[in-house]
């Protein structure tokens, strides 16, 4: 069975030097595929700004959220790790500059490593056409929302646990202030040396809680498929911010209308039985593996999950159902051009470029705690 959540979202506020970053808390805090709302909000006004492609612009998405994108941070270093090459990567960031009015990146602003921090030479740029839309995403989202902090993509040989835990070392050893990350796979036991990677004192790192609903639920809609019942790895780690998807309505004025837990399968999955599909939603889950931090424990609705003392994913979530809004990136390796994207992995960008226009996380062990401390305020 589904998990429930409260259909009420709290709201995460960091502060710092300026900026004020503004993301919706997925409450239990886990983020769950049991959606209480059973319709869809009302269609988008015609007054908030469209993308090439229909969806939200970086614009919306910070009047939405109440973050500054302008704010100087060329201090932070945001490192994407993606796997494979995309060898179009600078030049659609360009074209999204450009098409929003972003300052042109340059060789200091953004660069292209592989996993062990060389220019050359980058992995396969043929497979990379499976895996440019995720990276677009996530390094565009991160420019719309942070136009000043430097990004280095860091591009792992394959999406293995072995050479994305490798360009994660590869990251923080470069200076990432904030490490953004797209894989989300069942978790299971690691070695020591993969968990440490993901380990970063003082490094924010998020990590998406998955597109499959509340542990994998989603792949159970799909002719002959089955849910996993496991939350999604590296989102299970305590030392990394885990994030989760929402589905994301603006009023007239820009301002968010109502926001809630992402999930096209329907209340109890009613739509993606009858479809004899999963239709995506946003994971999440209690890991098997690894306790609940105290400031997880104590936060409100935890004890409603069900996890008996585990941690539980994820630890915030913001827009990701790229069929009501989503964001309009441009891809011109594995597509051909603009296109609305979402996700749980848009969603670890945006809140990822939020972190960093926070200021990251200097010196904190749990970099997730402050976003509980916080939102406790409000």
Known sequence: MLHPFSSSPRQLVLLAAGAVVLVALAIAPGASADA????????RQASVGLGPAGGYTPEDLSVAYQFSPAVSRTGQLVAVVSWFDDPKIRANLTTFDHEYGIRADTASSFRVVDQAGKKSPLPSSSKGKHTSQQTATQVEAVRGVCNTCRI???EAKSGSLANIAAAERTAGRLGATVIVNALATPEKEVSTSVRKAFT????VITAPAGDRGWYGMDAAFDSGGTSVS?????????SVVAVGGTTLALNNDGSRAEEFVWNADGKSGATGISSSRGLGATGGGCSKRYAAAAFQRAAPGYSAAGCSGKRLVADVAADADSSFGGL????????????????DGLATALVGGMYALAGGA????????????????F
Not at 36 to 43: E, L, N, Q, V
């Open 36 to 43: 209480s709302h059973t319709t869809r909000p009302a269609a």
């Open 152 to 154: 280095v993509l860091v």
């Open 200 to 203: 970063q004192p003082g490094v």
């Open 230 to 238: 496991l939350p999604s790895f590296p989102a299970s780690d305590p």
């Open 328 to 343: 309009d990136v441009y891809d011109s390796w594995g597509h051909s051009g603009w296109l609305t994207t979402g996700g």
């Open 362 to 377: 200097p010196g904190a062990v749990y970099p997730a705690d402050a976003a509980y401390e916080n939102s406790a305020r």
